[in-house]
């Protein structure tokens, strides 16, 4: 018995917009005149380039990358709301989509209107959205809004509304463009709820979102892209493992930055694994050893050497000093080396930052300090959510 076919299947789809090019000086009458008489320059940006993916039935797909990297347009086109300039997209059932903030709303019928408008549109007859109506009235908590104007609602009430609509009219296929980011923390974990008996249900779903979190835990499977093409797709901790490789290259580059007295200076650092090997990319569960040059033109007296590791966002995970450890140093001067072991990496799998620093032990000289200025990934062979791994232990015992 043969595969059943994709529920969502694009092939070869590119995109191109034709963009308006302005001459720098040009007055407003001037481009104007270029425009009436056709002389606009214009130029080609293909936001998508020969992208193909294919989603089952049931599946739930995340579409990650940076700003400008096609997920949008990807959405827009499977929702058809536009059309691909060449490749084919072929979709089977129903599809409710959240593309952006007020999208299929009329900003001056009520939250009512809209409901049923809304409906309407996705075929659903009067009687059954209003089987449907006080569900989504309650999903949403508008009952005070709900014969108002949507123009008169907040962006948080207008997201609850949309979403509420979207699930209840019961599609085979839910596509969400980032729009949950707007909602408050209760209520997106109510969508979250939501989503997961939308899953339950055999319900297809595709998501843009740049909460890597929420994603990695919701989806089936990842999709990365990068300058309009998909670059990674499959496992989520794999994926997100290369798009924090992605973040961390511009990261590094961007929030790297080196200062202090300089009356020591840091040299180098090696990153060292367990069979001896410098490495910048490390595996979870393994020992790692971090050899850190420096140079004093002069005798320093109890230096301290620390370090701070953070995800490439820019949240801190740890951060340890000698002075801290209670590991005395009582001078330094000239060339040398201070080794920092680790006898587990416990950081999961993702891009990381680690800064290094000396300075005095009352904390009033930093001698210098190199911030977010070695990147590394760390790779990982089981699936855990967050940024480090406890170890734990499952037990079950009988009931008193």
């Known amino acids: ?202 319900k297809t779903l595709l998501v843009v979102s740049h909460d890597l979190n929420t994603i990695h835990t919701i989806s089936d499977q990842l999709v990365l892209m990068e300058k309009g093409q998909i670059i990674a797709a499959g496992d989520p901790d794999a994926v997100v493992a290369e798009y924090q490789w992605l973040s961390r290259e511009s990261a590094s580059t961007a929030e790297a930055k080196e200062w202090g007295t300089g009356e020591v200076k840091l040299t180098g650092a090696h990153f060292v694994d367990a069979e001896g090997e410098e490495t910048d990319e490390l595996w979870r569960g393994k020992p790692l050893r971090i050899r850190i040059d420096y140079e004093a033109a002069n005798r320093i007296e109890s230096p301290v050497f620390g370090f701070a590791v953070q995800t490439t966002s820019g949240s801190l995970i740890y951060g340890n000093n000698t002075q801290i450890e209670g590991f005395d140093i009582p001078f330094i001067e000239g060339e040398g080396t201070i080794t920092l072991d680790f006898e587990k990496v416990e950081l999961l799998a993702g891009a990381y930052l680690f800064s290094f620093s000396v300075h005095s032990q009352d904390h009033q000289t930093n001698y210098h300090r190199l911030d977010n200025a070695h990147p590394i990934t760390v790779r990982s062979d089981k699936r855990y959510e967050g940024v480090c791994h406890m170890p734990v232990r499952w037990s079950v015992g009988k009931g008193k």
């Not at 302005?22 to 007055?27: L, N, V, W």
């Not at 989603?55 to 700003?67: D, L, M, R, Y």
């Not at 593309?99 to 809304?118: C, I, K, Q, S």
Request: aromatic residues 6%; proline residues 3%.
């Open 1 to 202: 018995m043969s595969a059943p076919p994709p529920i969502i299947e694009v092939c070869d789809v590119s995109k191109r917009f034709r963009l308006q090019q302005q001459r720098g000086e040009s007055t407003i009458k001037a481009l104007v005149v270029d425009a009436l008489r056709g002389h606009g320059k214009t130029r080609d940006f293909w936001a998508l380039r020969d992208v193909s993916l294919a989603v089952q039935q049931g599946e739930t797909v995340g579409i990650i990358g940076s700003n400008g990297a096609g997920k949008s347009t990807l959405l827009s086109l499977i929702s058809q709301t536009s059309q691909p300039t060449s490749g084919t997209i072929a979709t089977r059932g129903k599809i409710s989509s959240l593309l952006e903030l007020g999208a299929g709303f009329h900003p001056d019928l009520t939250g009512r209107e809209n409901v049923f408008l809304y409906g309407a549109i996705m075929g659903l007859s009067h009687r059954q959205m209003e089987e449907r109506f006080d569900q989504i009235v309650a999903f949403a908590e508008l009952a005070d809004w709900i014969d108002e104007p949507v123009k008169h609602y907040s962006s948080g009430m207008y997201v609850r509304l949309a979403f509420s609509v979207a699930v209840e009219v019961d599609p085979d296929i839910l596509i969400i463009d980032e729009v949950l980011a707007v909602g408050d923390a209760a209520f997106q974990r109510k969508c979250i709820a939501r989503i997961d008996a939308f899953k339950k249900a055999g």
